[in-house]
């Protein structure tokens, strides 16, 4: 009986030593994150849901583009007129929030290619008989703090007589607006169109001139901002721009927000 249960032992210590173990599956790794900087005050580009989930048109762009690239996107809100300093100060990697590419702003950050291009419009009361800036002398317009709009205002409006009154945001914009605070603003004409004159409350609101578009102002269209020597981020940022262009996803997202205005926010 010995010999039998020894020979089973034996038998089973090389039947173990036989058989081959199952190397473990290699765990899953997490894509990198991308820190993006939004101003969520700002519809229909970037705005929130009505549970606080950071959406818009920007917001769908970035997720596109952090797709592309294998990246993660994670939204960080930012005050406007901060979102520079912040890059800079490494708080988040890009800003995808419709700033638009200028030459004073190439001086602390680089850009992408852009990926859309809308002009600006005066927003005023329907009543007020707009010709030139000189026309609307007295007139309180609101700009939101550090955009190329508020560069505009200061530039052609403010030395015409207008007074220019600057926000953090521009939702304060046209909150002034309708309490009566202020006759109108200047704002991208997307924007403007979808966020304020759409709406129950832009009702006696309209556009007044034409459309304002020079570059010393406004630039060249709305790129991602990064920081400089992200060369990189850049290129893979700008390759991933044109496979969404050609796609047709940018075209999906595009008629999600403005196929109503028949219009293709990429511009010319």
Same mark, same amino acid.
């Given at each position: ?11 089973? !210590? !090389?039947?173990?030593?036989? #058989? @081959? ?7 899953? $790794? =997490?894509?990198?994150?991308?820190? $993006? ?12 849901? =009505? ?7 920007? $917001? ?28 800079? *100060? #490494? #708080? ?21 290619? #852009? ?10 009361? @329907? ?25 505009? *205002? ?18 304060? $914009? ?12 200047? *704002? ?10 759409? @709406? ?39 390759? =991933? ?18 196929? @109503? ?8």
């Amino acid at each position: 009986m010995k010999k039998l249960l020894l020979g089973l032992a034996v038998l089973s !210590l !090389l039947a173990a030593c036989g #058989k @081959k173990e199952e190397a473990p599956a290699p765990a899953a $790794v =997490a894509p990198a994150e991308l820190k $993006v900087a939004i101003d969520p005050t700002y519809e229909p580009f970037t705005f929130k849901t =009505a549970d606080g989930q950071p959406t818009g048109f920007d $917001v769908d762009i970035a997720n596109a583009l952090c797709e592309q690239i294998k990246r993660k996107c994670v939204f960080v809100e930012q005050v406007w007129d901060g979102m520079i300093p912040g890059l800079n *100060a #490494k #708080k988040y990697d890009v800003i995808i929030s419709s700033m638009s590419i200028t030459d004073d702003r190439m001086k602390e950050v680089d850009f992408t290619d #852009k990926y859309y291009n809308t002009p600006s419009r005066i927003v005023l009361k @329907k009543t007020v008989k707009y010709t030139d800036p000189a026309s609307i002398k007295g007139k309180k317009i609101g700009v939101l703090k550090g955009s190329t709009q508020e560069a505009y *205002a200061m530039g052609e409006l403010k030395p015409a007589g207008v007074v220019v009154n600057s926000y953090e945001a521009q939702d304060q $914009v046209y909150l002034d607006i309708k309490s009566g605070r202020l006759d109108g603003t200047v *704002a991208d004409f997307m924007e403007a169109t979808g966020g304020f004159l759409s @709406k129950p409350e832009g009702e006696k609101y309209a556009l007044a001139g034409p459309d304002l578009k020079e570059p010393k102002y406004f630039g060249y269209g709305a790129g991602i901002a990064l920081r400089k020597g992200e060369d990189a981020l850049k290129g893979e940022l700008n390759a =991933a721009i044109k496979t969404i262009r050609s796609n047709g996803s940018y075209k999906t997202m595009n008629d999600k927000y403005f196929a @109503k205005f028949n219009i293709d926010v990429y511009g010319e």
